[in-house]
């Protein structure tokens, strides 16, 4: 009996084995490079050469295997990740033996990327412009914004509303709605292009994610005219309290001669506003024509005595649009013997020019009677001033009551026997002083008191003249 030992060579017949002991799937786009995705170990039942393992990545830019410990990996990302690029990543891992011929095996990770709240709704158009016939009805579509989110869920999902334009202090347009979910724009109340001809607002769509997102964009609405205004006349203007004035007509006037124009305008735009006009009716619808265009009312014929002295027109100012809107303008003219240019006179620019210089000539005329006004009135304060400093300056006159006080102190006195009578005359504007001694009324007076009381003349009844005046004293 013998023992006999055999001994078994190996040979490479057992592909790596992968072993996954850890993997996390789905990942936030927003990781950041080097997390860890998945841990796995790797092993081979060969021994020797053939259980010499190596692994690899087929094509990853992504993601990379790192060495952890003895046969054991690491997943790992290696860049950001962008789930609006790529929502899922296929990562191969291919573990390969030493043997001759080596024999391989893979194991592939599905990972998901999760989404993150990190894209703004985006409009589909930068600007939107919207139009609107006026008078509209209440809440009418005009159009509607559109906006899409490229996040994915409630982070996608975008709701509407109309923003203030300048800033949060102020109040969205009353006028305008949109509807929250579905973009549509909505005009509340009807509009008038002849008070508002457009408006611009401000649509906001943001999303539902946590912190939401949004983005706005402008939406220009523009109304649109109707023919809702009908011509209004400003000559001849219609007043109800008076008559119509009326237009004179010489009797030699010629044919295509202007008598008068209709002047209408309309509030309106476009060919909505376009006039036109017509004679409608006339006492002689042969003796008048109107410009269409113009609205001039000129003589078709030179009137002749066979027509009537008062003439009566109605002019027909009708608009453009459709359906057309009218009005009438009333005009009188009289027929009047007489010359053209002295019934209807004409202002051309020379007589503009003659009005002008008229009228310089009227103010420097005021200009000059104004300055020698002042002149006479300054030349008549200073006359004044003269003459009274002249007075202020003259000899000192007595007057009659001084003299009569001077008499009855003496009478008092006993030294007046008998009673005197001064007389004093003064005469304005008489330059010499002169005295004229006359005979006392009563002479038994001593002549000493009648000088004494008139100021030192000998006389018994003085006249006294100077530049103040004339004194008569009469002793």
């Known amino acids: 009996m013998c023992n006999v030992i055999v001994e078994v060579l190996d040979v490479n017949d057992n592909a790596p084995e992968i072993v996954v002991s850890s993997f996390s799937s789905p990942i936030p786009e927003n990781v950041e490079p080097g997390t860890v995705i998945a841990l796995f170990a790797v092993r081979d039942q060969d021994s020797g050469v053939n259980g010499e393992i190596t692994c690899a990545l087929e094509e990853q830019l992504s993601f990379a295997l790192r060495p952890a410990f003895k046969n054991y990996y690491e997943l790992v990302t290696v860049s950001t990740l962008d789930r609006e690029e790529r929502a899922q990543h296929m990562v191969v891992v291919t573990a390969a033996d030493a043997g001759s011929p080596p024999l391989t095996s893979t194991h592939t990770f599905s990972v998901d990327i999760s989404d993150v709240n990190d894209n703004a709704p985006v409009f589909n158009q930068t600007s939107y412009t919207m139009y609107v016939h006026e008078n509209n009805a209440p809440a009418l579509l005009v159009g509607a914004v559109k906006a899409t989110d490229a996040d994915a869920g409630p982070n996608a999902k975008v709701s509407y509303s109309v923003v203030p334009a300048r800033g949060p202090e102020e109040e969205p347009c009353s006028c305008v ?256 002083s002169e005295f004229k001694f006359l005979k006392p009324v009563l002479p038994s007076l001593p002549a000493q008191h009648c000088s004494t009381g008139v100021g030192g003349a000998h006389a018994e009844d003085a006249t006294f003249r100077s530049a103040t005046g004339t004194a008569f004293f009469h002793c």
Do not use: M
């Open 177 to 432: 709605s949109v509807n929250s979910e579905s973009g549509g724009v909505f005009v509340l109340r009807p509009l008038d292009y002849e008070q508002l001809r457009q408006l611009e607002v401000v649509v906001s769509a943001a999303d539902a994610g946590s912190p939401p997102l949004s983005s706005s964009v402008s939406v220009r609405l523009l109304v649109v005219d109707e023919n809702d205004n009908a011509p209004l006349v400003l000559h001849p203007s219609a007043q109800d309290s008076s008559p119509p004035s009326s237009e004179l007509v010489p009797a030699g006037a010629e044919a295509g001669d202007l008598v008068s124009k209709v002047v209408a305008v309309d509030a309106d735009s476009g060919q909505n506003s376009w006039l036109s006009y017509q004679l409608l009716r006339a006492t002689e619808p042969g003796l008048f024509a109107v410009g269409a265009q113009s609205g001039e009312v000129r003589l078709r014929r030179p009137p002749t005595e066979r027509d009537a002295a008062k003439q009566k027109l109605v002019v027909l100012v009708r608009d453009n649009g459709r359906p057309p809107l009218s009005a009438t303008a009333a005009l009188s003219v009289l027929l009047v013997p007489g010359s053209w240019d002295a019934q209807l006179p004409q202002q051309s620019p020379a007589a503009g020019e003659d009005d002008g210089s008229l009228t310089t000539s009227l103010i420097i005329a005021l200009v000059f009677v104004s300055l020698l006004f002042l002149l006479s009135a300054a030349a008549f304060v200073a006359c004044k001033v003269c003459k009274r400093k002249e007075l202020s300056s003259g000899p000192v006159l007595y007057g009659a009551s001084s003299v009569q006080s001077y008499v009855a102190d003496g009478a008092a006195a006993g030294t007046l026997p008998h009673a005197y009578c001064y007389e004093v005359s003064l005469t304005t504007g008489s330059g010499n």
